[in-house]
C-alpha cells in the first residue's frame, strides 16, 4: 500500500483461490459488491465438483468468510440468492437444524427467474410461442412414448373446462393448467420448470389475444375439441399424431387471436 492510498483509506483485499489470486480495493465498492458472487461461485464449483449434493449442510457463514477472505454480510446476500433460487433451505439457530442445507429444488429458481424475466418483459413474445412450440412438443412426445404415461390431471382439466358458465379467463387459467399438468406428467422437470416459469406469459397473452376473438364461445368449443383429440392421440400412444396436434392446436389460436404475423416454426 502507498502512503497516497494510507492517506485516501485504501486497504487492498487480496482472495485467493485455486490457482487465482484476486485483489481489489475495500473502497470505491468495486470489491465489496463482487464479494458475495465469490462465494456463488465457491458453492457453484462444490456443486459441480459433487463436494456437496442434495442434503449436504454449506459450511457456516463465519467458515465461509474466513475461507474465501470475504464479509460475513456478502455471505448472507450470497446464501438469500441461493435460497430464492431454491438451492438451498437456511434455518436460523445453533441447533442440527440450522445452517443452509442443499435442497435443489428442481423447478423453484428456474420458474421464479423465467417469471421475473417475462414480468419485465424480457422476453419477446414470438420467442416465448417458439419456446412453448419446442417444449410442447418434446412434453407430447415423451408422454406418447411412455407406456406408463399417467394423464390424469390433463384429464380432470379437460371435465373442468366442460362447466358450464365460465368466464374466458377462468377457462384460459384452465387451459394453461391443462398445458403444464402434462407437462409435469412428462416426468422432465426441466421442461416443467420452465412451462411453469411460462406459464404466466402464455396465460396473459393469450387472454389479451381472446378479446379479438368475434366468437368466444365458438373458439372455446374449438379449444375443447382439440385438447381432447390431443389427449386421445398421447393416451393411444400416436406420438406423430400429438405432435401435429399440439403444434396446429397453438399456432392456430395465436393466429386467430391476432398475436402472430405468421405461423410460428420450430
Known amino acids: 500500500?502507498?502512503?497516497?492510498?494510507?492517506?485516501?483509506?485504501?486497504?487492498?483485499?487480496?482472495?485467493?483461490?485455486?490457482?487465482?489470486?484476486?485483489?481489489?480495493?475495500?473502497?470505491?465498492?468495486?470489491?465489496t459488491e463482487r464479494a458475495w458472487k465469490v462465494v456463488l461461485e465457491r458453492i457453484e464449483r462444490d456443486l459441480l465438483d459433487g463436494r456437496l449434493g442434495p442434503g449436504d449442510r454449506l459450511p457456516s457463514e463465519r467458515d465461509l468468510a474466513s475461507d474465501l477472505g470475504v464479509g460475513r454480510s456478502s455471505v448472507r446476500e450470497a446464501l438469500?440468492?441461493?435460497?430464492?433460487?431454491?438451492?438451498?433451505?437456511t434455518a436460523t439457530g445453533s441447533g442440527p437444524q440450522s445452517g443452509a442445507i442443499v435442497i435443489a429444488t428442481p423447478s423453484g429458481g428456474l420458474s421464479a427467474l423465467l417469471r421475473l424475466q417475462v414480468a419485465a418483459q424480457g422476453f419477446a413474445l414470438r420467442d416465448v410461442v417458439r419456446t412453448r412450440l419446442v417444449l410442447e412438443d418434446a412434453v407430447v412426445t415423451a408422454l406418447a412414448s411412455d407406456e406408463?404415461?399417467?394423464?390424469?390431471?390433463?384429464?380432470?382439466?379437460?371435465?373442468?373446462?366442460?362447466?358450464?358458465?365460465?368466464?374466458?379467463?377462468?377457462?384460459?387459467?384452465?387451459?394453461?393448467?391443462?398445458?403444464?399438468?402434462?407437462?409435469?406428467?412428462?416426468?422432465?422437470?426441466?421442461?416443467?420448470?420452465?412451462?411453469?416459469?411460462?406459464?404466466?406469459?402464455?396465460?396473459?397473452?393469450?387472454?389479451?389475444?381472446?378479446?379479438?376473438?368475434?366468437?368466444?364461445?365458438?373458439?372455446?368449443?374449438?379449444?375443447r375439441h382439440e385438447h381432447r383429440?390431443?389427449?386421445?392421440?398421447?393416451?393411444?400412444?400416436?406420438?406423430?399424431?400429438?405432435?401435429?396436434?399440439?403444434?396446429?392446436?397453438?399456432?392456430?389460436?395465436y393466429t386467430a387471436a391476432g398475436l402472430t404475423p405468421t405461423h410460428p416454426t420450430h
Open 148 to 223: 406408463m404415461r399417467d394423464t390424469s390431471a390433463a384429464h380432470r382439466m379437460l371435465d373442468a373446462m366442460d362447466a358450464d358458465g365460465l368466464a374466458t379467463s377462468e377457462f384460459l387459467a384452465l387451459d394453461a393448467q391443462l398445458h403444464l399438468a402434462l407437462a409435469e406428467s412428462s416426468g422432465n422437470t426441466v421442461i416443467a420448470a420452465m412451462m411453469a416459469g411460462l406459464r404466466t406469459s402464455i396465460e396473459s397473452y393469450v387472454l389479451a389475444g381472446s378479446a379479438a376473438i368475434d366468437d368466444w364461445d365458438a373458439m372455446a368449443s374449438r379449444l
Open 229 to 253: 383429440a390431443l389427449i386421445a392421440a398421447i393416451d393411444s400412444g400416436d406420438a406423430d399424431a400429438a405432435r401435429t396436434l399440439v403444434h396446429d392446436h397453438i399456432t392456430g389460436y
Open 1 to 31: 500500500m502507498t502512503p497516497a492510498d494510507s492517506v485516501r483509506g485504501v486497504a487492498h483485499v487480496c482472495v485467493v483461490r485455486p490457482h487465482e489470486v484476486r485483489c481489489g480495493q475495500t473502497t470505491g465498492g468495486a470489491m
Open 80 to 89: 438469500r440468492v441461493l435460497e430464492v433460487m431454491g438451492l438451498i433451505r
